[in-house]
């Protein structure tokens, strides 16, 4: 039977909940600047996209419960639906993009690789030099938000080039987008897991989308990431079902629905095997780790 404890909500807060703190806007697009400490204890959601540069900085962010140290000269990627904590310590200097979902769409395929890839590496550390670039492209869509009749071409193009250096330093970063700038294939079995792993979650099936055996596939995949193509698979449903475990108050057996799960017993018995505790017992311990972290707040 599935446990039903106490449940910490998630809050999720949309684009008009910073509009009186912003530098620069519109209504598709906010502009902020951070100066100093600031401090999120509660993790929450946002409904739309971020891009945080931090110039200066120190502290920790955690996103999707893992804590990550900031430094000068990173960028911090946000999803909509990822949920996020931080506390940056005093001193820091930050910039924030703020976007809606519609002018997003304009400029996600500048973000060159799958979207789980940013999600699994969201803190990217920068060159000097790519720094100073995303720096120039961060004022430049802060001039032209204050103009009065700003264009959302132009601030479009401009988060273009962001997306585009973003991408380029996380390939530098990062072997896995090596891997998948080198292997195209690989890149668009990893693209097809992001519409389809609710759905389909055998190797056959896509591997008739690249037009190649699934045999081939697989040894694609051992070869230049490690792991199975299955295993890459399954990676891509342990990520949602754990977010889906930590943010939202449905239940195990909705959430096994939502990931493609014929019932809730195949799904827990999938989980416990893939990440060594119960979907139940997971959530009860993240929750008494919310719930401490409330009561501290008080």
């Not at 590496?121 to 430049?140: G, N």
């Not at 997306?163 to 890149?187: D, G, M, N, W």
């Not at 519409?195 to 596939?217: D, G, H, P, T």
């Not at 416990?272 to 119960?278: C, E, V």
Request: with cysteine; aromatic share 12%; hydrophobic share 40%.
């Amino acid at each position: 039977m599935e446990k039903r404890n106490l449940k910490i909500w998630v809050p999720v807060i949309g684009l008009d909940g910073f509009r009186k703190e912003q530098t620069a806007g519109r209504e598709e697009l906010l502009f902020n600047e951070l100066h100093g400490e600031r401090l999120i204890e509660t993790p929450h959601k946002h409904d739309f996209f971020i891009i945080n540069l931090f110039h200066k900085a120190s502290g920790v962010h955690t996103i999707d419960s893992i804590d990550y140290r900031i430094k000068d000269h990173q960028v911090h990627i946000l999803f909509p639906g990822q949920m996020h904590k931080w506390h940056i310590y005093a001193d820091t200097v930050a910039y924030q993009l703020m976007i809606e979902r519609p002018l997003f769409e304009h400029f996600a395929p500048f973000f060159r690789f799958s979207f789980t890839n940013y999600q699994n590496h969201p803190v990217i550390d920068l060159t000097a030099d790519s720094f100073a670039q995303l720096l120039y492209e961060f004022e430049s869509v802060k001039q032209e938000l204050k103009r009065e009749n700003s264009l959302i071409p132009l601030i479009s193009a401009r988060a273009g080039v962001i997306a585009a250096i973003v991408s380029r330093e996380a390939e530098s970063a990062f072997t896995e987008f090596k891997v998948y700038q080198s292997v195209p294939r690989l890149a668009k079995f990893n693209m097809l897991i992001d519409e389809f792993f609710r759905e389909q979650k055998m190797v056959a099936f896509y591997a008739e989308k690249l037009n190649i055996s699934a045999n081939y596939l697989n040894i694609l995949c051992k070869k230049h990431l490690k792991i199975s193509a299955t295993q890459l698979i399954h990676q891509r449903i342990n990520i949602e079902a754990k977010r889906l475990l930590q943010s939202s108050e449905r239940s195990i057996k909705e959430i096994a629905f939502e990931l493609g799960f014929a019932d809730q017993a195949y799904f827990s018995n999938f989980f416990k095997l893939q990440i060594g505790t119960s979907p139940s017992d997971f959530r009860d311990n993240l929750q008494a780790g919310e719930t401490s972290s409330l009561l501290r707040g008080k």
